[in-house]
């Protein structure tokens, strides 16, 4: 079973400038996330999809950040313009159902340095 | 609220030492709890989860048992080797709050031979 993809791995943009990451959760999976990993932290929720509506964007500073999910599978997040703080691994995540205990399977991330 | 504390790092062990990291948990209602694992590059993967109250996880030598009375979820292995070398982060599901995944901060560790 192919798992979550991102891209790209890695970005390193300057300060004001904008980015955008791309997400393909497993086929199926109706739930999928976006977190931001600041160093030496835990995973941080930004969004939450499910199919294509938003569960939980109430973490998303969206003065900056916007994510969407076509058609309820990929998405892409973006932000516009970006800050020095915003340098992060951002990783997509998806899940196969909407309840407890079901698994998040996680991307490798992305790692945004913003100079 | 809901929110994960696990114990602070780094933690460094030698080759078949006993590892335990500790992880507290606060719910509003009834969470299912998870151990993931992070290896140098990689995304994180699932460890281990427990779903219910005195359910017990394992995998690959680690084991972690829900309790609900301590609101605890500690880490163990009884042996560990130098490929456990990772960061580990305690993480709860609430599905009260849509399933969403709050994490702790993590906990690097470093097996040497």
């Known amino acids: 079973e192919a798992g979550v993809a991102q891209s790209p791995r890695y970005k390193i943009i300057e300060k004001r400038q904008s980015v955008a990451f791309w997400c393909n959760p497993i086929?199926?999976?109706?739930?999928l996330y976006w977190y931001q990993q600041i160093l030496g932290q835990g995973p941080k929720l930004l969004i939450q999809?499910?199919?294509?509506?938003?569960?939980?964007d109430s973490q998303l500073p969206k003065d900056r950040f916007s994510a969407e999910r076509l058609k309820g599978v990929d998405s892409t997040l973006k932000i516009q313009p970006a800050k020095l703080e915003d340098s992060a691994v951002y990783l997509c995540?998806?899940?196969?159902?909407?309840?407890?205990?079901?698994?998040?399977?996680f991307g490798q991330g992305t790692r945004l340095t913003v100079v | 609220g809901n929110s994960v504390t696990q114990m602070e790092g780094p933690v460094t062990l030698s080759e078949e030492a006993f590892l335990t990291i500790n992880c507290t948990y606060t719910?509003?209602?009834?969470?299912?709890l998870f151990w993931y694992v992070q290896y140098p590059g990689e995304g994180l993967q699932l460890l281990l989860k427990?779903?219910?109250?005195?359910d017990k996880g394992s995998n690959k030598g680690f084991e972690a048992t829900y309790r609900k009375e301590t609101t605890s979820f500690h880490l163990e292995k009884g042996s560990v080797q130098v490929s456990d070398s990772a960061v580990y982060f305690c993480?709860?599901?609430?599905?009260?709050?849509?399933?969403?995944?709050?994490f702790g901060t993590g906990t690097s560790l470093t097996v040497i031979p």
């Open positions: 995540a998806s899940s196969l159902v909407y309840r407890g205990g079901a698994e998040a399977f």
């Open positions: 086929s199926g999976h109706a739930t």
């Open positions: 993480a709860l599901s609430d599905q009260g709050t849509g399933n969403q995944f709050y």
């Open positions: 427990a779903t219910k109250a005195d």
């Open positions: 719910a509003t209602g009834y969470p299912s």
């Open positions: 999809f499910q199919n294509n509506g938003v569960v939980d």
